[in-house]
């Protein structure tokens, strides 16, 4: 029997305002195909279908084609939601989907038992314990007033005793056969990447530990985070990882499906089986002169059109740069790549907080935020980033003044 584990395609994702459903689509494409000739008996999706809660009809028409062309390949399919994921999205079509042998599960099940799925094909069966992303509701009854660490080790407790559920149903109704575990969450020890949020919460003081994930599953099939990696050292506790690269940050990792191989009740082989680059993501950083040769030289060879950032680091500031910086992003055109993110930075323009402020303004006058909004505007950022920068501060100022 052959299981496919895959997660995080996030359907719909821009990157820097650059749509990425071309990608998608050649993805997806590629995927069924490598089912059907690699016969795969389940293929196992670990949330993070979509990039939003509210896809556009152009995702939900990739991910429905998508679906359609396993039609006939005999090939079953579990898909459950991540915290990107609408549970009512995912879940609308599930009565319908189930007589397609695709089974959903947009989010944790009022009888729990439902979320641990048989499936049997002509060369073997597996039961799965198809656990979604888990939300604070699933896991715990907040009460006001409660201490942050109290509440952080609420969560993890119930994020171990639903896996633990699983597991004792497993060996009551099911006893000897392969169980495999999804999962949509941050584990300790796992690198992610700028595409993430850790999930749970701030900084993974509630992440998940993998000696929390209870005796009795021959493999735990992990969403969320977008590097490919073993957990633990474990060949058993894996993130697949994105199939596509989701951020700069992303650009040069390899990207993989995994295929595991089952002999009777014993996983034999886990196979990492690369995704094709569709198209390339690049950065280059240096003066401008030096960055301005090196995007002159690039000449990728991808299907898709490479999308390029730029960091132009110059020592002292001038205002000429400044324009001709503004006037390279904008006419710099060559075929088969653009630029879609640029930042020029000044060695020496650093300032200290006394020069951000007008005179007469002092520092105790101003709020936290007021004064990293300040520091933020004398960074070269685009409208995009320093948004982010601003919702990370507030959440981060938000979790300490839950502490205190």
């Given at each position: 029997m052959k299981i496919l584990h895959t997660a995080d395609w996030h359907i719909g994702k821009q990157l820097h305002?650059?749509?990425?459903?071309?990608?998608?689509?050649?993805?997806l494409d590629w995927l069924a195909e490598l089912i059907r000739e690699r016969q795969i008996d389940l293929l196992l999706?670990?949330?993070?279908?979509?990039?939003?809660?509210?896809?556009?009809?152009q995702s939900l028409r990739l991910y429905y084609r998508f679906l359609t062309q396993l039609l006939g390949t005999g090939c079953q399919v579990i898909i459950t939601g991540g915290n990107h994921d609408s549970p009512a999205v995912l879940n609308a079509p599930r009565e319908l989907l189930h007589h397609l042998n695709i089974k959903i599960v947009g989010n944790a099940l009022e009888n729990i038992a439902d979320q641990l799925i048989r499936i049997e094909s002509p060369n073997g069966e597996v039961v799965v314990a198809a656990v979604p992303y888990l939300r604070d509701i699933d896991l715990r009854k907040s009460v006001s007033g409660a201490k942050y660490d109290d509440r952080v080790a609420i969560l993890r407790q119930g994020i171990k005793q639903h896996y633990q559920q699983l597991a004792d149903l497993h060996q009551a109704q099911y006893k000897g056969l392969c169980a495999v575990a999804m999962g949509h969450l941050y584990v300790n020890g796992a690198t992610i990447s700028e595409s993430e949020r850790?999930?749970?919460?701030?900084?993974?003081?509630?992440?998940?530990?993998?000696?929390?994930?209870?005796?009795?599953?021959?493999?735990?099939?992990?969403?969320?985070?977008?590097?490919?990696?073993?957990?633990a050292n474990s060949d058993f506790i894996r993130y697949s990882g994105s199939p596509l690269p989701l951020s700069?940050?992303?650009?040069?990792?390899?990207?993989?499906?995994?295929?595991?191989?089952?002999?009777?009740?014993?996983?034999?082989?886990?196979?990492?089986?690369?995704?094709?680059?569709?198209?390339?993501?690049?950065?280059?950083?240096?003066?401008?002169?030096?960055?301005?040769?090196?995007?002159?030289?690039?000449?990728?060879?991808?299907?898709?059109?490479?999308?390029?950032?730029?960091?132009?680091?110059?020592?002292?500031?001038?205002?000429?740069i400044d324009f001709y910086f503004n006037q390279f992003k904008q006419d710099f055109g060559k075929e088969n790549f653009k630029i879609i993110k640029g930042r020029l930075s000044y060695?020496?323009?650093?300032?200290?907080?006394?020069?951000?402020?007008?005179?007469?303004?002092?520092?105790?006058?101003?709020?936290?935020?007021?004064?990293?909004?300040?520091?933020?505007?004398?960074?070269?950022?685009?409208?995009?980033?320093?948004q982010l920068l601003l919702e990370a501060f507030e959440e981060i100022e938000r979790e300490v003044n839950e502490q205190h």
């Open positions: 305002s650059c749509g990425l459903a071309e990608d998608h689509t050649f993805f999706v670990s949330g993070d279908v979509f990039d939003t809660a509210y896809p556009t009809p850790e999930i749970h919460a701030i900084g993974g003081q509630a992440a998940f530990s993998s000696e929390h994930f209870p005796d009795g599953f021959d493999y735990v099939a992990l969403g969320h985070i977008h590097k490919p990696q073993r957990i700069f940050s992303e650009r040069d990792d390899t990207k993989f499906v995994l295929e595991l191989s089952l002999q009777n009740t014993q996983i034999t082989q886990i196979e990492a089986l690369p995704v094709p680059v569709f198209r390339q993501l690049r950065s280059f950083s240096g003066n401008l002169d030096q960055v301005e040769a090196a995007l002159k030289a690039f000449a990728p060879q991808t299907r898709l059109e490479s999308l390029v950032e730029i960091h132009v680091t110059e020592p002292n500031f001038d205002p000429q060695v020496n323009r650093l300032q200290g907080v006394d020069e951000l402020f007008a005179t007469g303004t002092s520092i105790q006058d101003l709020s936290a935020r007021e004064v990293f909004a300040k520091r933020l505007e004398v960074e070269k950022l685009d409208d995009e980033t320093r």
